[in-house]
């Protein structure tokens, strides 16, 4: 969970989102989703431990909305995501930061990774024998996102 708080997890959109936050006191809704479910289903902390983080945080921060955001996200509560949504954090920052101008604004460490690579900076500088001062991911999001489809899948089977 501190590397998740600290913007450290070894994915730049998360990172950023969470080095704003924690600066600013506020983010972007969809980067709030994707850091929720980074969270809650790549590394599977208990959703409260993110809604209560978020509420000392944010300086926007709203009980319902924050705690009706964290339920959606963990697929609990009454319009909970089908439990299956897991957002892929390298595909969400492809998706909605192309050229990385939002991640090299937060993780200045980033700046020469070129705009390619920039989701992913680690197989950059592994390919090109350089060196960054940038966590490695903490979690392959592949085998996170098994383990959680597992876990709600032994959870529906005991229901």
């Known amino acids: 969970m501190t590397a998740w708080q600290q913007g450290k997890t070894g994915y730049p959109i998360v990172d950023a989102a969470m080095r704003q936050l924690n600066t600013l006191g506020w983010m972007h809704n969809r980067l709030r989703m994707i850091v929720a479910s980074f969270l809650v289903k790549d590394l599977l902390i208990d959703w409260h431990d993110g809604e209560r983080y978020f509420m000392q945080q944010l300086i926007d921060g709203d ?36 050229q990385g101008e939002f991640i090299r ?55």
């Open 63 to 98: 009980l319902a909305a924050n705690n009706g955001g964290w339920q959606w996200a963990a697929s609990t509560g009454t319009d909970a995501a089908p439990y299956f949504r897991i957002f892929n954090p390298t595909t969400q920052g492809e998706r909605f930061d192309k």
């Open 105 to 159: 604004q937060w993780l200045p460490e980033l700046q020469a990774v070129p705009d390619s690579d920039i989701h992913q900076p680690h197989v950059w500088a592994n390919k090109n024998n350089k060196k960054l001062d940038y966590p490695t991911p903490i979690v392959e999001h592949k085998d996170a996102r098994k383990k959680t489809l597992d876990a709600f899948e032994r959870a529906r089977s005991a229901a």
